[in-house]
């Protein structure tokens, strides 16, 4: 995945003033930094939960312009990324299982059966095939968070976007979706992490992106970033979790 000069605007406020990122297969990449930031919302343009009004999206040899970006091209782009949601986005009226079956069968075009099957195999993955039949009211809020990867899991994408999984967790659930997340990045799946868990991405990215009033401050090697930064504004942002 390649994304060239994103800008967006709401209003008069520009909130992404140029961003670029490269995302080769299989990486591993934390996008880290303030909120307001525009971190969220640059995720959020990648998979068009957002229009961005300038700039190009490169996905599995796809090139879209995103102002002049059409519905069919949106939904191709669609089923080939993914969206892990902080607030884990599941249907209250659906099970764990149905809500990982619904996108299989509405964007995939799967049959009932074989969008079962699927959902059974991800329910394993994430270790909740227990609890399969439940609704997310009778799930803690790790377990919906699992459930929401394992729907983004479910589909095969070429990359899965994570927009601050762990932010509406309580602290003693915080882990069990890392440890997920970690089982998932050495799987080989591509994914891109907004975060604030500073540990995760120091252990599990290849590349780290510090983003800072809608542009990339800076970028590099968790070692690189966390250990030697460059910029004065990512060793101030850092300096509170580091002693950089």
């Not at 229009?51 to 996905?59: H, Q, R």
């Not at 884990?88 to 969008?115: C, G, H, R």
């Not at 990512?234 to 979790?241: D, M, N, Q, V």
């Amino acid at each position: 995945m390649t994304a060239k000069n994103v800008h967006k605007r709401f209003g008069a406020n520009e909130v992404l003033k140029g961003v670029d990122l490269t995302v080769e297969p299989g990486q591993v990449i934390c996008i880290l930094g303030p909120s307001g930031s525009g971190k969220t919302t640059f995720l959020r343009c990648l998979n068009f939960l957002e229009s961005a009004d300038e700039g190009e999206l490169t996905v599995d040899g796809q090139t879209v312009e995103f102002k002049s970006v059409k519905k069919k091209e949106i939904l191709s782009v669609r089923r080939k990324t993914a969206m892990v949601f902080q607030n884990y986005a599941l249907f209250a009226n659906k099970t764990a299982k149905e809500n990982i079956m619904l996108p299989l069968m509405l964007a995939q075009k799967l049959s009932k059966v074989d969008a079962e099957k699927r959902a059974v195999e991800v329910l394993d993955k994430v270790s909740l095939l227990n609890r399969a039949d439940f609704y997310p009211s009778q799930l803690s809020g790790g377990q919906q968070q699992r459930i929401g990867i394992a729907r983004a899991l479910a589909i095969n994408p070429d990359v899965i976007l994570f927009d601050e999984p762990t932010s509406a967790l309580d602290p003693e659930l915080v882990g069990q979706v890392l440890a997920l997340m970690k089982d998932i990045a050495k799987s080989g799946v591509t994914m891109v992490v907004v975060t604030h868990e500073m540990q995760f991405a120091y252990e599990v990215s290849d590349k780290v992106v510090f983003m800072e009033g809608g542009v990339v401050v800076e970028q590099g090697t968790p070692d690189a970033l966390f250990n030697h930064p460059k910029e004065s504004r990512t060793k101030a942002f850092l300096s509170r979790y580091t002693n950089a």
